[in-house]
T-cell receptor, first 110, second 114 residues
Framework: QKEVEQNSGPLSVPEGAIASLNCTYSDRGSQSFFWYRQYSGKSPELIMFIYSNGDKEDGRFTAQLNKASQYVSLLIRDSQPSDSATYLCAVWLYGNKLVFGAGTILRVKS | NAGVTQTPKFQVLKTGQSMTLQCAQDMNHNSMYWYRQDPGMGLRLIYYSASEGTTDKGEVPNGYNVSRLNKREFSLRLESAAPSQTSVYFC?????????????FGPGTRLTVT
């Protein structure tokens, strides 16, 4: 089992809809969780981090963490074509190791 | 890519050649990282440096060496390049600032080993 798993997609949503991206992780002791956005040919950009159960909101982005079920989600409200990118989930594992998932491709259709 | 610079942007090497990838940040961050990104595999940590003067291995350190020259600079060296090291290499820096975590990546180096 991979330490961090994401559906590779592509996930296609219409403009204005909510995009829901999911990530599961294997280590129950994981403490911190990160979401990055990466446009094609560009470097990753940290957009959200969360370390406690529940929701964290930042503008149109909401990160949801459920430690009991070992998943973290990213919701993007009012999706725009400019949100089309690959979204990487990363988990800070015990032992000071940040492990990335392979990423989910999001396509927002206008 | 605010504050993290990498050189070169592109490089082609022959098997067995050596090279050093340079990285510098101007945000006064303590931690710096080298990642490689291959298609379908996300980012994998090669080495990291939690502070000036310290370095530690990540997931895939074999075939690489690093130097944390000072707080700003963190270089990655390939002593004898192999085709398996064809990848995109990203340098990053991070810090906890005002109870918030920030991390920035450089623009990347696209390396091809033939």
């Amino acid at each position: 089992q991979k330490e961090v798993e994401q559906n590779s997609g592509p996930l296609s949503v219409p403009e204005g809809a909510i995009a829901s991206l999911n990530c599961t992780y294997s280590d129950r002791g994981s403490q911190s969780f990160f979401w990055y956005r990466q446009y094609s040919g560009k470097s990753p950009e940290l957009i959200m981090f969360i370390y406690s159960n529940g929701d964290k909101e930042d503008g149109r982005f909401t990160a949801q963490l459920n430690k009991a079920s070992q998943y973290v989600s990213l919701l993007i409200r009012d999706s725009q074509p400019s949100d089309s990118a690959t979204y990487l989930c990363a988990v800070w594992l015990y032992g000071n190791k940040l492990v990335f998932g392979a990423g989910t491709i999001l396509r927002v259709k206008s | 890519n605010a504050g993290v610079t990498q050189t070169p942007k592109f490089q082609v090497l022959k098997t067995g050649q050596s090279m050093t990838l340079q990285c510098a940040q101007d945000m006064n961050h303590n931690s710096m990282y080298w990642y490689r990104q291959d298609p379908g595999m996300g980012l994998r940590l090669i080495y990291y440096s939690a502070s000036e003067g310290t370095t530690d291995k990540g997931e895939v350190p074999n075939g690489y060496n690093v130097s944390r020259l000072n707080k700003r600079e963190f270089s990655l060296r390939l002593e004898s390049a192999a085709p398996s090291q064809t990848s995109v290499y990203f340098c990053a820096s991070s810090a906890v600032v005002s109870a918030s975590y920030e991390q920035y990546f450089g623009p990347g180096t696209r390396l091809t080993v033939t």
